[in-house]
């Protein structure tokens, strides 16, 4: 697809000269995620307000062009990435905290704020906003929210679809529209506000949204431990759940992370443990220290070499930019990355855990892990040179045999980054064929003429 | 609709000679729920299993008739009622525990499983199932899941929705289909849990379903504070979340609850105060001991007139006891009620509660209210004879001040009892013309023939 100078020019009439562009050095900036995927778009359209996405779309569907919408681009399945060329819609214009009600605990925003911006300023006022995905310093909650972004807090505070409570959005047909409520509660007809959330950016154009925000924790308390071996590592965070424990977060890191991480950062990590678990607690201060020390007992019981408390909040954030550093510093190991975020049950991490080990002996593969241990949400990455044909061949079954490993122990293939266009060949493993029919027609209520985001989630 | 003696001998071929019924005197048992109107069906099935409901279903697509599930049929809007006649598919045999996994924090359940039940199950097992509808002694949790159920505990834990991972359900047409995961995460499709949830029975038939738990707090501290007027306990609180507090439970009843209640029940309630709030706190001992005193401090803070600390758990039993026997006990002013559920910001109880008391004053009606104060969810009462025409016009219209009056405030029509029929002509008064027609859009992909519950949430 190209559209034409005379499309472009309607576009410009609709967000402003200032606001378009066809340059190619620009549309190669706005043709990747964190994927590395390129596809160039056509153009690229910056777009102020609901009503100006309304008329892109509306042009769209007169003129027979794609829109693709983006946030930051940070996505790791290819969410963002123009497959089809088309129009990029970037909400990075739209980036301003509407209101924060200390009253109501909610907030409204535009879709382009930067989640990390956005939880510094409710942290100011004294409240929280959950979820935290790696990419928080980055990626806007407009993205989060179309992809249902997770995170290290998810396994307390569960996931973006559960602060969600209502969205003002533009449909695929350029009609705005609002779903869900500005309240605790709400039940009047049907569910469109999850609906639209974890849709991938396929049946609607986020313009704003009310998010539910939590009074900040008094206090939070971090500690490590480090294990000889994974296994031991995934044995502890199946007995902390089975204790009926619930902290902040457990995430955990294996040899080959904590290396490659430590390399970049040097923080004092421990280059020897065959895994570390980063483990928080949150509540009053009382609440935190009694976690603290039951985390303590488990972790000692379970085999620990060694356990660290962060002595102070400076300790505390070198350990979460450590964690956040991993998936970015892994390209230490290879040019090209395939990453997965395959979920399973708590109780099977260490099934899984042996399995990955397996594979890693049998195929001779760079595989790196990490992740959110306490949601049972492992990142497997294996870092390759896609240029050599028979390493890429190797990693993609490698993957598939994960995948079904995966289901067979009751997962599933994506806890947080979405299917995207990297597994769209996998998702008939997950989902039935009458359960993806039925997705398609909901597609086809919003999107009659697949105009939002085509050639993603559902393999053709 | 009369439904042939061919069809209802098919049905029985289905669902066994002994689980149909077309009895008179039967089917005046499955034709009202808690809104009392009444329509009696043409027959009751009453399936074993899955695939029973399926041969069901797709009996009805080929022979046209309707299909309306029913739970324990104490619904507050007419989800259940046949108001087209119809099968009423009743899912009370299908009331097992499938299984309750301690390790992984899920439970399997089917339909048919009395809420109560559950939680009596789940909490012998040191889990906690939060979604507590005043009804849990009697409703069921697939009419819970499929109405999205609310409860006291709501305002701390959210609503069902929040605890539904993943659903085995039955698509209008026939089709068994599985929804969601059973981990912590997952995001693989768009989200027709959630899309199912809450859809007052109209989109699918529930089947089974996997529910989040919770660990079991270690402690609960329950108070009551009188107030002379209900504006001081709206005032109060409106207070406790501004102080960034979010109790277990923080219910009201305003005088005329207090008084119906006591009259029956016997317990000791303060007669003479204007409001009434119950609240509680969970979590550890400490954690409960901090809480009981900032709610202490607050209250005396906000005039209240007298606070008493709940000294056993059988009197904080009682002091639920009270609150789950309001609805049922206001009978004694009139046979006739119309029962609202408004949601306002919590921020804005205060002004609700001055207009509710202005209502009164005005019309002479008797208005009761009470409700989870703290979601701003107040159930709003008016008890009357409906034979009376002049009385029934009047509590009509002054349902729409009410309704208008809601929205005005930020409000939502229904925080937890679902549209059904009674507020069908309400729905376009919150949702726009362009939300319904896609809503309308998904209720014909699932349902292409209109054969499951007709004649509920959409105004023809």
Known sequence: ????????????AIAGRDHCTCKKEDLACYGYDA?????????????ENARQISSILELANAEKFFVIPRGAGSGMTGGAVPVRGGVVLATSRMNNIISIDTDNLIADTQPGVITGHFHVAVEKMGLFYPPDPASSDFSTLGGNVAECAGGPRAVKYGVTRDYVLGLEAVLPTGEIIHTGVRTAKGVVGYDLTRLITGSEGTLAVISAMTLKLLPLPEAVGTMTASFDRMEDAADTVSEIIRQSMIPRNIEFMDNASIQCVETQLKIGLPVNAGALLIMAVDGSHSEVADGMEKLRTVCEKMRATEIRVAQSSQEAQNLWRARKAISPALFKYGPDKINEDIVVPRSKIPDMVRRIKALKDETGLTIVAFGHAGDGNIHFNIMLDRRNPEVLKLAEKTIETLFDYTLELGGTISGEHGVGITKMAFINREIGPVELLLMKKIKTVFDPNDILNPGKIFPV
Chains 1, 2 share one sequence.
């Open 1 to 12: 697809m190209t559209i034409s100078n005379a499309t472009f020019t309607k576009l410009e």
């Open 35 to 47: 994927t590395a995927r390129m596809h160039l778009p056509d153009a690229v359209v910056f777009p």
